[in-house]
C-alpha cells in the first residue's frame, strides 16, 4: 500500500512542512530519537523515488496519464514519433540507459504551450504546444530536446531527492509517523511545472537541445524561432510558460539558441538582437519576410539556420548563391523560398559579397 501511495503523489513536493516535534515527554532524548526517526524516513522516502525512476516506472506513467489525459490526435502523435526517431539515438549517446528504459512518451490534452519530462523516462506534450507552434516540426524538436535533457541529466530526480529535507522527514514524524500519509498531503500532480528543476539547468537543458536537434539535422535556427514565436504569440496559450520564473527569460532563451546557431556556423552568420537582421562575414543579408504563418523575425531564424548549415560544413570553400524554381541556394544547400515577396537577386548579391570577405 505504502508503495502505491508513494506512487501516486510522487511529483511536485509541497516544502511547506514546518510542524514542530513535541519534546514535552523526552526533552532532548525524545528530540534525538524523533531525529533519528525522521533520517530513517528520510532514506525510506528517497529509496522509494529511486524504485519509482526504474522499477515503477511503468505504473508511474499509468498514474500521470490518469492526471493530464491522453491525446490521439493522429497529427500530434506522428510528428512526436518522427522527434523521437531522430533524437533519442543522439540522446542515448549521452544518456546510454534510454535503451535498458526507454522513454515513455505521449501527448496529452492540456491546451497550454508546455512538456515535461519526469522521473522514470516518462515524458509528454502537451496538444497545447503543438497547436502553439503550428505543427512546426523544427520548433517542436527543440522544446523535446530541452526536456529530455532534464531526463539525461535526472533533474527531477536529484531535485526530489534534495527537495525532501530532515525538516520534512521530521514533520512527518511528528504529524504521527504515517509517512505514506504524509508523502500523500505533501505532494501535488502538477506535473509541468517542474519544481525541481532550477534555472543553472533549464540554461543546461537549452543548450542540450541545441546540440541534440543539430545533430539530429534539425535547422539549427529553430530554437531561436520558438522563443520569437512565444513572444510574437503571447496569449493565454502560451502565458503559463513565460510566468514560469524558473526559466531564464523568453528573450534571453531566443537570443542564447541564436549565440549557439553562430557559434555552429564557424561563427560567419549572426542574427542582430535589436534589428533582427541576418549578416553572413560581416555583411548585412536581409531580413526575410512574413510568411507560411510566420513573422518575419521567426521566419528569418530558419533561414539563418539554413545559412548556418552551409558554413558549418563549408566554412573554407564558400557555395555560390543562385536562384532556382523559386528558391534562393548557395551551393546544393536549399536557403529559402521566394513565395513570400523577398528580393532575391539583393540576396544573391550580398551573399556573393559576404563570400568574398576573409
Known sequence: MYKKVVLTALCALSLGLSAPVSTEAGGLAGVIAAGVQGA???????????????VYRNEYCEKIKGEVGVNYEWQANQQLNNIFARLNPIVAKYDPTVYERPYNYF????????????????????????????????????????????????????????SIGMQTALAMVAAGGNLAGSVMTNFASNYAQAKWVTLPQEKVADKDSFTYCSEAGYNVGAGAAVWQRVLDHSTKATGNMLALNDHPKTENRRDTNSDYMTEYSNKMVVVDKKTGEIFVNKVKIGVANAGNGQSARERT???????????????????EPYIYNGGLYLGDYYIMSLAYGDNGNAWVNNL????KGK
Do not use: W
Request: glycine residues 6%.
Open 301 to 319: 531564424y530558419f533561414v539563418a539556420g539554413n545559412l548556418a548549415k552551409v558554413y558549418h560544413a563549408n566554412a573554407a570553400a564558400r557555395p
Open 40 to 54: 530513517q524516513q528520510y532514506k525510506q522516502v528517497t529509496k522509494e523515488i529511486d524504485m519509482i525512476d526504474t
Open 107 to 162: 501527448v496529452n490534452n492540456e491546451t497550454s504551450f508546455n512538456a515535461f519530462c519526469t522521473m522514470g523516462h516518462n515524458f509528454s506534450v502537451n496538444i497545447g504546444a503543438f497547436n502553439a507552434l503550428n505543427y512546426q516540426e523544427d520548433e517542436m524538436a527543440f522544446v523535446v530536446g530541452h526536456e529530455l535533457s532534464h531526463g539525461t541529466h535526472n533533474h527531477v530526480l536529484n531535485g526530489a531527492k534534495k
Open 352 to 355: 556573393k559579397l559576404a563570400n
